[in-house]
């Protein structure tokens, strides 16, 4: 199980084998079921969460009860509310399992003990929030587009997501409706014939 995180680490970083034991020493397995929470809305986010199988998604809920979906975490990917973490505040956001899951749990303190312990770990960590920094930029811009802009690039950055993913997560994390969703799946189908 920590081997899938060491090889993510591998891409990045070279850890000793002393740093990680020290890793290891703080990360939890948890077993997520489908529909099981791991961070709701008003909690304070505490923890970050490395996806070894499964998929989880983070979404708030607007206007409606309608549920607009920011993010998907696959195998290989973390998932956090790093706001509410950072500022103590109560998230906004709902962190849950689209699939039974797998996932290594670290709690905050834990992770910046190991910023300072782990240098290595304080630079991977910094790569991923870039990665994630630049990924929450390109988001922003697509979502300021047209619906079928939105989806064109969807398919060029995602389109594997189809294979895990509902069709109604989808065209929350879009921002749009299943309808606008078949019309523009079945326009695509149409012109690449």
Known sequence: MYTTLFAHIDQHVSLTDKEKEMLCAVLVSKKVRRRQYLLQEGDVCQHDYFVIDGCLRQYEVGENDKENIVQFAFENWWMSDWFSMLTGTPTVYNIDALEDSTVLVVEK?????LF????????YFRNMLLQAYAYLQRRTLYLQKPAEERYAAFVKHYSWFEQRVSQQHIASFLGITRETLSRLKAQQIKSSR
Request: aromatic letters at 0%; proline letters at 8%.
């Open 109 to 113: 303190k834990a992770l910046h003990q």
């Open 116 to 123: 300072i312990d782990i240098p290595a770990m304080d630079i």
